[in-house]
């Protein structure tokens, strides 16, 4: 059911306190309008700027000057409010804590029902006292979709038509891709984009759309476009999930389609700290030639609790806009941890994460999740149900063959020549080290080298190597129980040799 008719629905059938939570003030307030109008109800707006519009009558006789707060001013002019009527109250939400008020709209609900009376609140987060749990119904008005751009792509085109210098053409494939692209944008923010591209470049255009996302993207903190930095040569070793990946590389294509393969839903990449789950994440985007966004899990829960399951629903959502692409959610378990664990946060994390998951298993848009995570205790079993992703990928410390080619790449990248610095010995000599780690140890040698005023040498490398102590010494027990998990679990992402 579409949020205008649900509306009508809810204020047909007299249900007295509605909340919806919304950015956008306008088009609710378009659609409470639109279905009183067909309804025959009076609509009151009230906002703290402006007060109560249009006044109310009251059946006591007329409105005397107040000496109340704004707000309870407000209720007390709804008390005493004739029948038939709406009042919509924007941002209303900060006097929500106030135990006066609560007092009145719990008093107000029972009233506002007898007399076909329904009381909106419409604020952009959603904030309940529990107090009002009961009486309040909370909706959520989704953001426009598909037809809803198309109209509104119309209007600024039909505004703008006479305009000289500007070309409002619009062939189908352009509308096709503006409408697409537009999805997950807010009517305001769709409106800005429309007018920039106009001004700016006197047509209508993609470009400004995937901009205004872009920064769009960027504010609402949740998602970050990430740049393809790397690419699948800088990840040394994990030969089978590397294979896996670039073998569907092709799968995105309309020519994968036409042949019968559905898009690749994801892959879930669990294992030991250090050894490259991050770093194939960041190869993925490059290897399939797709934009990459990134999702911070945590800024999803953040201060703003109550809206976490809307952030969740326009992550997605504007995902889905940029289909096809990449997602990427690091340390998936920080996110989602403490389920079930009691630490009671009213269920929040698991109706986000639901929210979530409902999404992996119907996604129908391209959207290539990857997901790394390596902590797998935090990890809820529900997420590595078949059907989610489609391979749970282990990576495990590198051997000895992946050193040698771990330290090969990363002497490479700091333009030295491997050949000078026997690699298949200093690989025999780092058992147990991850490749961040051997990183680490050619930047150390090149610093020691560096501030000794000679070149870096084999030496300086293996004597390195020789003062450090793994971590994943120290951390021997975790990484067994990581493997026993794994076993039985997810694919290797490499055939390991011997070490
Ligand atoms: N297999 C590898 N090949 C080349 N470089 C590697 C490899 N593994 C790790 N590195 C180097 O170490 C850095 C850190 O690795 P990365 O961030 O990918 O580890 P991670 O598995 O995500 O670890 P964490 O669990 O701590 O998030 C990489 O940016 C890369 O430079
Ligand atoms: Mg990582």
Redesign the pocket.
């Known amino acids: 059911m579409d949020a205008t008719r649900e509306i009508e629905v809810l204020i047909r059938a007299k249900y007295p306190i509605l909340f919806i939570s919304s950015w956008e003030e306008r088009r609710v307030e378009d659609a409470i309008r639109k279905v009183c109008e067909k309804l025959n109800r009076q609509v009151h707006t009230w906002s703290v700027t402006q007060g109560m519009q249009p006044a109310v009558r009251r059946a006591s006789g007329p409105v005397k000057a107040s000496s109340l707060p704004g707000e309870l001013e407000a209720l007390a002019q709804i008390h005493e409010s004739a029948e038939f009527t709406v009042f919509l109250l924007k941002d209303f939400h900060p006097y929500m804590k106030d135990t006066r008020v609560i007092r009145l709209l719990r008093d107000l609900a029972a009233r506002l029902r007898g007399k076909a009376q329904t009381l909106i609140l419409v604020a952009p987060q959603l904030v309940l006292p529990v107090e009002l749990e009961k009486d309040v119904t909370v909706l959520d008005f989704p953001l426009p979709e598909q037809d809803d751009i198309s109209r509104q792509l119309d209007s600024v085109i039909a505004a703008m038509k006479d305009v000289p210098n500007v070309d409002v053409s619009l062939p189908d494939d352009l509308r096709e891709s503006i409408v697409r692209s537009a999805q997950g944008l807010t009517a305001d923010e769709i409106e800005s984009a429309l007018a920039r591209s106009l001004v700016e470049e006197k047509k209508l255009t993609v470009d400004k759309i995937i901009e205004e996302k872009k920064q769009i993207v960027s504010k609402t903190g949740m998602l970050e476009f990430y740049p393809s930095s ?1 690419s699948m040569k ?5 030969d089978l999930l590397k294979d896996w990946l670039v073998k569907r590389s092709k799968s995105f294509t309309d020519a994968a389609r036409d042949y019968g393969i559905p898009f690749p839903k994801g892959i879930l ?1 669990i ?12 190869a993925v985007a490059s290897a399939y030639n797709l934009p990459m966004l990134k999702m911070d899990v945590g800024r999803i829960f953040g201060s703003l609790v109550g809206q976490s399951e809307q952030n969740m629903r326009r992550a997605i959502k504007i995902a889905e806009s940029l289909a096809p692409c990449v997602l990427w959610i ?2 998936l378990e920080k996110g989602f941890a403490g389920m079930g664990s009691g630490v009671s946060d009213s269920g929040t994390t698991a109706r986000v994460f639901s929210t979530f998951l409902t999404w992996m298993q119907e996604k129908t848009k391209p959207v290539f999740l990857i997901a ?3 902590n797998v205790q935090q990890l809820p079993p529900e997420l590595m149900r078949k059907g989610r992703f489609d391979e749970i990928f282990f ?1 495990d410390l ?1 051997d000895t063959k ?1 050193r040698e ?2 330290f090969r ?2 002497l490479s990248k700091r333009k030295r020549d491997p050949k000078k610095f026997k690699v298949a010995e200093l690989a025999k000599a780092t058992a147990g080290f ?6 680490q140890l050619v930047v150390g040698a090149l610093n020691h080298a560096f501030f000794a005023d000679r070149e870096v040498t084999f030496k300086d490398i293996k004597e390195e190597a020789e003062t450090q102590v793994p971590l994943s010494r120290m951390m021997s027990e975790d990484i067994t129980a990581l493997r026993e998990w794994a076993t039985l679990r997810a694919r290797p992402s490499a055939k390991l040799g011997e070490d």
Request: glycine residues 18%.
């Open positions: 790397s800088d990840v040394g070793g994990h990449i294992g030991v700290q250090g050894c490259g789950k991050s770093l194939v994440a960041k690091d340390e790394t995570g390596n990576v590198p992946e080619e771990i790449i990363h991850s490749g961040a780690e051997i990183e």
